[in-house]
């Protein structure tokens, strides 16, 4: 008998002592299952139908402004898709201009594009034979590329059958290239690196 | 009146004083003029004067390229190429100006430069582009064509050529002019030729001289050790049907061919053909045909011709008529090989002794005098003019000649060579003498016949036997035409020489000694 009272008492206690975090735990997971179930749904839906809250705006504009609240380049899109998570922006007919001051420096000019609002990554890309094609200040620099990417410092790469050309001065051709485009106070294109088959003509260069 | 007078006085006075202020206002003026006339006008001109301008693109292949402001940095299997100019390199450095024109280029990583059929390499080369010149610093090597630009010679006819060059070896028969300063040759170490009145140069000097042509210019260049002899090009007869190449390495060289410039310096080796040289200084001066005519070669010079060695502190080769001329303490060595049955005879030794005895001579005993297989003349002289196609080979001012046991001074040589470039004569032709051991003849005109050793004196001659102390020489009073020669020892003079130190013959217009 008192086998049995020891028993039912202490197996009651540890039962409910045990019963508690097993509860818990089991709740944590279901919860976790749960969501992960809701997550992959809501991915498939997304497959699905993508961009189902893409906001597209007609004539998009997106600038960066200097420490002096000097526009550094202007980008304009005839279209822009904006994701609301990613916060990217995909483009169409986009034209960037690089400013000095008032002064246009450079105007690049890309069939599509991308851009991202909080980093102001910009990606420009060619469609079928048109290239994305960066000129300078009266001409002076032409740039062609496959795929140019430009940073909100004023940096870029370009890849893919990259073509630059100095008006009177230089012409060169390379699979990449980086550099800086319309600088303050210095060349539109300046520290142009290439990089990969590259092959330059300098001096009195017909374009 | 005296007032009047004073006043005339004060206003000649004045007038005189502004007379000569304004001569000095004048003066100054004129003198300020004249200052900015030489010293400012012509600094604005020179700042107006534009800097040469590259006539033509550069192209620039490589696997990196940085445009810098006023630089291209190209790295990575460099190639540029400029008008016919083609340099390859693993890294170069482009310098522009402002208006992104061109002006030169830095190849670094040993480079090498084709333009048509010439070629230089280096441990550095700098073009300057608007000059179109190459200069190459470091272990630099290079092939310049003596054929010119290989484009103007499409455009030449071969007969044109030829006449070119026909004109020239015309031209390479005159003689020298004496240049240099006269120096009296200091006895070399070791010579056991004390009493000959002027140091005989040892045959081990240039012992070893004469081995296969070193391409290198690591090996000592001013050693007697390293010399060449090209033997494959004299011999070979189609090589010297095809243009040959002036082949130089040095220290330091600078190429242009738009202004027919070519220099090098430090350690310089050259060959062209079989001829190489070693020198301290090249310059290669071109025709207005764009060939280059003539190599110039300064400080410590040592050139090497088939078997001939020349030392000089200047030496002038015309490539096109294969001619030398040395100037400043030239000493020049000709290897006489003896024919194969001299060196078949198991010994070095020939048996010399009796030969015509003209004139009543007493025949001397016969002797045996060491003959080496290959005995050098030796020229020493202020200055040599050397023709290897002609085989002639003339030296003027302060002129030794050393051969075997024979030695000859005068103020001028002419020294004739076979087609096999072995000495055959030696003229004296001003008043000259030659001696043997125990003799002297003294003459206008000596002629000595290397290969039998004959000596043909003539003009106002004089003999002098001179005998050796055991054996006192005796005066040579009859006729003068009876004497042999150096190592088949002296006929006459042997048994003449018993008594006397010395003895002369004098009175006669010609002597011939055999």
């Known amino acids: 008998m008192l086998l049995v009272e020891f028993f039912s008492r202490n197996s009651s206690k540890l039962i409910g002592a045990l019963s508690i975090p097993t509860i818990i735990v089991l709740f944590w997971f279901y919860a976790q299952y749960e969501a992960n179930q809701q997550v992959s749904e809501f991915n498939k839906a997304q497959k699905v139908r993508p ?34 998570v990613s916060h990217d922006v995909n483009l169409t007919d986009v034209h960037v201009d690089y400013m000095d001051g008032k002064t246009l420096k450079m105007r690049i000019t890309a069939p599509v594009g991308q851009t991202n609002e909080d980093t102001r990554l910009v990606k420009l890309a060619g469609l079928g034979d048109k290239q994305v094609s960066a000129c300078g200040e009266e001409g002076k620099v032409k740039l062609e590329a496959a795929k140019i990417e430009l940073d909100k410092k004023n940096q870029f790469q370009a890849v893919g059958n990259v073509n630059i050309v100095w008006s009177n001065a230089a012409k060169v051709i390379g699979d990449t290239a980086f550099g800086a485009l319309g600088s303050k106070g210095s060349n539109d294109l300046s520290n142009v690196k290439l990089i990969g088959h590259t092959h330059a003509l300098i001096g009195s260069v017909e374009e | 009146m005296k007032i009047n007078k004073h006043k005339k006085a004060t206003k000649k006075t004045l007038a005189k004083q502004s007379t000569i202020k304004r001569l000095t206002f004048f003066i100054a003026g004129v003198c300020l003029g004249f200052f900015q006339t030489v010293f400012l006008i012509p ?25 810098l402001d006023s630089i291209v940095l190209a790295k990575g299997d460099v190639t540029v190429t400029y008008k016919d100019s083609i340099v390859k390199a693993p890294e170069a450095k482009l310098f522009r100006d402002p208006s992104g024109q061109p002006q030169k280029a830095i190849f670094v990583g040993h480079p090498f430069l084709t333009q048509n059929d010439n070629k230089i390499n280096a441990d550095t080369l ?34 044109k050529v030829n006449k070119i060059e026909n004109k020239k070896e015309n031209k390479s028969d005159g003689t020298i002019k004496a240049e240099g300063s006269t120096k009296n040759i200091v006895a070399s170490k070791g010579s056991n030729n004390s009493k000959q009145p002027f140091a005989w140069p040892q045959a081990s000097d240039d012992q070893n001289a004469f081995q296969k042509p070193v391409s290198n210019v690591a090996t000592s260049p001013h050693s007697d050790n390293t010399v060449e002899t090209s033997k494959k090009a004299s011999t070979d007869k189609t090589d010297k049907a095809a243009p040959e190449k002036i082949i130089t390495d040095s220290d330091y060289q600078e190429y242009s061919k738009e202004s027919g410039k070519f220099d090098a310096s430090g350690h310089v080796h050259v060959i062209h053909g079989e001829i190489s040289v070693f020198a301290d200084k090249l310059k290669l001066v071109y025709g207005t045909d764009g060939k280059p005519e003539t190599a110039l070669f300064n400080g410590h010079v040592n050139a090497f011709q088939g078997t001939s060695n020349t030392q000089a502190e200047m030496v002038t080769y015309y490539l096109a008529t294969k001619r030398l001329q040395a100037t400043g303490n030239v000493r020049s060595k000709m290897l006489q090989k003896q024919d194969g049955t001299d060196n078949k005879g198991g010994t070095n030794k020939k048996v010399v002794g009796t030969k015509p005895n003209a004139g009543g001579a007493i025949a001397a005993p016969t002797a045996t005098v060491p003959q080496n297989s290959e005995d050098p003349i030796i020229v020493v002289s202020d200055s040599q003019d050397m023709n290897q196609n002609t085989g002639k080979m003339s030296a003027e ?6 051969y ?12 004739l060579r076979n087609t096999d470039g072995r000495a055959e004569k030696v003229i004296f032709t001003e008043r000259s003498q030659v001696s043997q051991p125990g003799k002297r003849w ?15 004196a003539e003009g106002n001659t004089k003999a002098f036997i001179i005998g050796s102390p055991s054996k006192p020489p005796s005066p040579q009073a009859n006729s003068a035409l009876a004497m042999t020669s150096g190592s088949k020892s002296a006929a006459t003079g042997a048994a003449a020489t018993d008594k006397n130190k010395t003895g002369t013959v004098a009175g006669s217009n010609k002597n011939e000694i055999y």
């Open chain 1, 51 to 84: 961009n189902t809250d893409e906001t597209t705006i007609t004539n998009y504009e997106l600038k960066e402004v200097d420490d002096s609240n000097q526009v550094r380049w202007l980008l304009a899109a005839k279209t822009g898709a904006l994701e609301p």
């Open chain 2, 43 to 67: 600094d604005s001109c020179a700042q107006s004067s534009p800097a040469p301008q590259a006539t033509a693109p550069i192209d620039i292949q490589a696997n990196e390229q940085e445009f």
């Open chain 2, 126 to 159: 700098i073009f300057e582009i608007a000059d179109s010149k190459f200069i190459a610093q470091g272990n630099a090597h290079s092939e310049v064509s003596s054929e010119g630009d290989t484009q103007l010679d499409a455009k030449a006819s071969p007969g």
């Open chain 2, 397 to 402: 001012g302060n002129v030794r000649v050393y």
């Open chain 2, 404 to 415: 075997q046991d024979m030695i000859g001074a005068g103020p001028k040589v002419l020294l």
């Open chain 2, 442 to 456: 003294i003459a206008d005109r000596i002629t000595m016949a290397i290969a039998t050793k004959k000596i043909l």
